[in-house]
């Protein structure tokens, strides 16, 4: 069945260093693929999103890049803050299901003051 | 943002009581999701409703019951639950469509305990 697999399940980083957040998935008639920042305590909240037609996509201090090939995406944050520190989840959406998403098991990052 | 409500915030219950979660959208989404979140494991769907019509049940036990009575408000009937049921329980909408590439938007969830 559908499915998307999330590297790493943690993450420390420096301030002021780049993160990276890793997701693949299994249905290659995947295309579209959003991105949710979880604050403790609070809401999923869409932070980017990038459709199967496109290969990157950039908003500020955040960028997403899509490998249709070989099924993975990634998310990139430069000059991390301590206000990015949340648990971060990875989505696809099948076509042929267009009103489901597949959610990954999340990325907790933590931004070290 | 308030686009999707969700009440009550909190909810304890015994196991054999009954409790029902609502939520309401006010974003004019066709589409309505409940999802279950527990500690340190990825977002669960459980059902998938659009124009009212459930598209999805992700094999889920039958003491939760959906209710989706427009495309506004839907509804979590719960009954005889087990302290394993002891979650987060989201609620999101959505503009779905074949064409339409839009992100769902989230409630605050209605935080259960089982006791």
């Known amino acids: 069945g559908e499915n998307v697999e999330q590297h790493p399940s943690t993450l420390s980083v420096q301030e002021g260093d780049s993160a990276v957040i890793k997701c693949t998935y299994s249905?290659?008639?995947?295309?579209?693929f959003p991105w949710y920042k979880q604050e403790l305590g609070k809401r999923p909240q869409l932070i980017i999103d990038?459709?199967?037609?496109?290969g990157e996509k950039k908003d500020q201090r955040i960028a997403v890049t899509l490998n249709k090939t070989a099924k993975h995406f990634s998310l990139h944050i430069t000059e991390t803050q301590p206000e990015d520190s949340a648990v971060y989840f990875c989505?696809?959406?099948?076509?042929?299901?267009?009103?489901?998403?597949?959610f990954g098991p999340g990325t907790s990052l933590s931004v070290i003051p | 943002e308030t686009g999707v409500t969700q009440t009550p915030r909190h909810l304890v219950m015994g196991m054999t009581n009954k409790k029902s979660l609502k939520c309401e959208q006010h974003?004019?989404?066709?589409?309505m999701y409940w999802y279950k979140q527990s500690a340190k494991k990825p977002l669960e769907l459980m059902f998938v409703y659009n124009f009212k019509e459930q598209t999805e049940n992700n094999s889920v036990p039958s003491r939760f019951s959906p209710e989706c009575p427009n495309s506004s408000h839907l509804f979590l009937h719960l009954h005889t639950l087990q302290p394993e049921d002891s979650a987060l329980y989201l609620c999101?909408?959505?503009?779905?469509?074949?064409?339409?590439?839009?992100?769902?938007?989230f409630g605050d969830g209605t935080r259960l305990s089982i006791l």
């Open positions: 249905d290659s008639a995947s295309n579209y």
């Open positions: 974003l004019g989404h066709n589409a």
């Open positions: 999101a909408s959505s503009d779905a469509g074949p064409l339409r590439y839009q992100p769902q938007h």
């Open positions: 989505a696809a959406r099948m076509k042929t299901s267009y009103d489901k998403v597949i």
């Open positions: 990038i459709r199967s037609n496109v």
